[in-house]
């Protein structure tokens, strides 16, 4: 199996560990240290060496941090993991605090008097996040300082950091050559009178270089530190055993030095260097011996725009990845109702993508939840959780799939038995809102704050909301969740061709019930509409083919025009998908498409 299913949260060690840092700080003068669940790349995604957050407090989500003082500690997390974090930590030293609704200077501000020292690894926590964090607390004489990292003083266990393999991702996957990367992108920096650009982002480096790794779970990315001349050639700074069958050939000057000599690097740039404000280490930040300039991390726009190649890519991804979500959803309704756990769902699932012979790695843990569990936006299933999948419940399974031509994120929920009227209606605004986006049709220049509301809408009219984004951008066999694009209130980033988001509403009743329904969609020009007047228009086209449980579906809710959308989608997924199924899935996808 690629998915564990061990526990991994352990509250009781919270408490012991809390001391041992809190007598750290106070050896060193501090009344507060933070412990962000980041590393020094500040990407989404960490190895296990840097699970400092998960290892101090038990908490496990994905997003988060911990504020550590003498005599209190908050545990910040949002709207996804406010039902996990009170499972996984202790109650008896740890405060749940809801964020970003509660900032974290004004917590700071509540729980310090003036004069207090909160400190900080200057390599986890970029230039952006000290900025907000300073000018919330300028009015206080509460400082911000920068220390050594004291959990990894007081963590004698903790993992080495991880030295995977980094291998090619061939031209035949990646459409461009990294040579016409590098020249494009340091022809940017010339326009721009820059020298260089600094990139921390591992998904941005192996982007640019057209190589993949293993260093984060889930995730083909290596871990290192690159900078971009405006000559087009790279210093990359990687451990060099990592790179052993990797020939970057003669075309492209690629300069291979360790890391730990990346900050020396930094300290001998001149000129003007470009860097994202959001993103950069303090640490780094600190070193550069040129002028620092925020225009943003080169890469994360055009690595957005998937081109020609990346798109073809990703929709025979898709393809194929239907195939599998088709046989397991036909095995799914062949159980009998309280005969199956949530893990025995996920190993299944795997074990169908697996079978296809070119999975190369899950793309995320899979989410497998059931009655209540399934109202968990991010419920890991593990040995001690794993629920049976019982009579009259749902049962949403969120997964996907990395392969070496795309990554692939899907979530289907499924009646297990007889669904209740609440089910159906639930479900059923939720459909219609995943229904509104993939129709849309919308003047460029919007971002995805633009065309949330419309996802929501449908709840928003019965009085409901979900506490996550609609949708997040995904990387072409790179991370599941890639920026800088999505749906949600606080996108300002235009949308552009080439992009590739989730759509993604749910809705999730505490202790009862979850509900989510996700395609990927890619934006395109849209086609003209007769009568129109000339404005330049984008659109979205699906990429997921699998069906939509039509039991869950109250149609009496529906608009003909929301019925038209389901049977037309559900005609395509049989034609494109049928073809490449078993006699007995065949047979189960006719029905489950069949026109309501």
């Known amino acids: 199996m690629l998915q564990s299913f061990d526990v991994t949260s352990d509250p009781t060690a919270g408490v012991g560990r809390l001391a041992l840092l809190r007598d750290a700080m106070i050896a060193i003068g501090l009344d507060g240290y933070l412990v962000p669940r980041a590393d020094a790349h500040q990407g989404e995604y960490v190895p296990a060496r840097d699970e400092r957050l998960g290892w101090l407090t038990g908490f496990t989500g994905s997003a988060g941090f911990c504020a550590a003082l003498r005599r209190e500690a908050g545990v910040f997390v949002d709207g996804r993991y406010r039902v996990q974090v009170r499972e996984q930590i202790s109650p008896d030293v740890y405060t749940p605090v809801n964020w970003p609704e509660v900032s974290l200077g004004s917590w700071l501000i509540e729980n310090l008097p003036d004069g207090g020292k909160v400190g900080?690894?200057?390599?986890?926590?970029?230039?952006?996040?000290?900025?907000?964090?300073?000018?919330?607390?300028?009015?206080t004489e509460i400082s911000?300082?920068?220390?050594?990292?004291?959990?990894?003083?007081?963590?004698?266990?903790?993992?080495?950091?991880?030295s995977a393999a980094v291998f090619e991702h061939p031209l035949e996957f990646a459409g461009e050559s990294r040579e016409d990367k590098c020249a494009r992108l340091a022809a940017d920096l010339r326009s721009s009178n820059q020298t260089a650009a600094l990139l921390t982002l591992p998904d941005s480096i192996m982007w640019l270089l057209n190589i993949r790794g293993a260093d984060i779970p889930r995730n083909p990315v290596a871990h290192g530190f690159a900078i971009l001349m405006s000559d087009g050639s790279v210093d990359l700074f990687v451990d060099p055993e990592k790179l052993s069958a990797i020939s970057f050939g003669d075309a492209l000057t690629v300069r291979i030095k360790p890391l730990s000599a990346f900050l020396e690097g930094v300290g001998k740039l001149s000129g003007k260097i470009r860097?994202?404000?959001?993103?950069?280490p303090c640490k780094v930040a600190d070193a550069c011996g040129g002028e620092l300039i925020w225009d943003?991390?080169?890469?994360?726009?055009?690595?957005?725009?998937?081109?020609?190649?990346?798109?073809?890519?990703?929709?025979?991804a898709h393809l194929r990845d239907g195939v599998a979500m088709c046989e397991f959803?036909?095995?799914?309704?062949?159980?009998?109702?309280?005969?199956?756990?949530e893990i025995s769902v996920a190993s299944e699932l795997e074990q169908y993508r697996r079978s296809l012979g070119q999975?190369?790695?899950i793309s995320f843990e899979t989410i497998s939840g059931t009655g209540p569990h399934a109202a968990l936006p991010h419920y890991r299933v593990s040995t001690e959780s794993n629920l049976t999948v019982d009579d009259g419940h749902l049962l949403l399974v969120d997964s996907g799939g990395q392969y070496l031509d795309g990554t692939t994120d899907i979530t289907r929920t499924m009646a297990i038995g007889t669904p209740t009227a609440e089910h159906r209606e639930c479900f059923t605004r939720v459909l219609q809102g995943m229904i509104a986006v993939?129709?849309?049709?919308?003047?460029?220049?919007l971002s995805g704050r633009d065309l949330d509301a419309l996802a929501r809408f449908p709840l928003w009219t019965a009085g409901k909301d979900y506490d996550h984004g609609t949708g997040h951008g995904v990387g072409a066999f790179l991370s599941v969740h890639e920026g800088p694009q999505r749906i949600s209130r606080a996108s300002e980033v235009y949308l552009q061709e080439g992009m590739i988001l989730s759509n993604e509403p749910g809705y999730y009743k505490v202790g009862s019930f979850g509900i989510r329904i996700e395609n990927l969609i890619v934006v395109q020009t849209a086609p003209r509409i007769e009568g129109d007047d000339g404005r330049d228009m984008l659109s979205f086209f699906n990429l997921t083919w699998v069906p939509i449980d039509k039991r869950l579906i109250d149609v009496s809710l529906l608009s003909p025009a929301e019925v038209d959308w389901i049977n037309d989608y559900h005609a395509q997924t049989h034609d494109k998908i049928s073809p490449r199924l078993s006699e007995h899935a065949k047979a189960w996808l006719n029905d489950a498409t069949s026109p309501l």
């Open 144 to 162: 911000v300082v920068q220390t050594g990292n004291l959990i990894d003083e007081i963590w004698h266990d903790q993992p080495n950091a991880p």
């Open 438 to 445: 993939c129709r849309a049709q919308f003047p460029r220049g």
């Open 296 to 316: 943003g991390d080169p890469c994360v726009l055009p690595k957005a725009c998937k081109n020609e190649t990346e798109i073809n890519g990703m929709i025979a």
């Open 329 to 341: 959803l036909c095995w799914v309704d062949a159980q009998e109702p309280g005969s199956q756990t």
């Open 120 to 139: 900080f690894d200057p390599w986890l926590y970029s230039v952006a996040q000290i900025d907000d964090l300073e000018k919330n607390l300028s009015d």
């Open 275 to 280: 860097a994202d404000k959001s993103t950069l």
């Open 359 to 361: 999975l190369h790695d």
